[in-house]
């Protein structure tokens, strides 16, 4: 767990327990994970694998890839935290397997609560890590639009 630059402030005790909460779960490729406007109750960990994210292209047609999140990237964060449903599709992508750690959000919230030291470390990590892709999206917006323009 704490090979995981997300987690790897955590001292032993503390990636044990996080570890304990983290069910594996295996994804074949081309299997959805999740799709948009399903409920967030889950948080997830790339153990192995790829997972590929896309949003429904223009008209509801072909989806459209995002981004791509491998070993140690996580995923779900935002319906994890704000309670809404989930925002994009993402699929096990590219290799026969992709193993995830399914983690429940009531359960990491209580590790959190329970923990006021590695939640702050944690969010903060969460936070640059969302924040650098909402600046990335931002930016691939900005392209598209001035592309509209010329």
Known sequence: MRSVPLFSSL???DATALAALG????????QPVFTAGQPGGKL???LTGVVEITQTGPGG???VPVARLERGE???EL???DGGPRS???TAALVPETHLAAFDVEDFHAFLASRPAVAADILGKLLRIVSGRLRRTSEALQVFVRALDG
Not at 23 to 30: A, L, P, S
């Open 11 to 13: 001292s032993d005790v």
């Open 23 to 30: 069910k594996e779960q295996v994804y074949k490729k081309g």
């Open 44 to 46: 997830f960990l790339v």
């Open 61 to 63: 047609r072909h989806p």
């Open 74 to 76: 996580v995923l779900g």
């Open 79 to 81: 319906g994890a935290f």
């Open 88 to 90: 994009a599709t993402a």
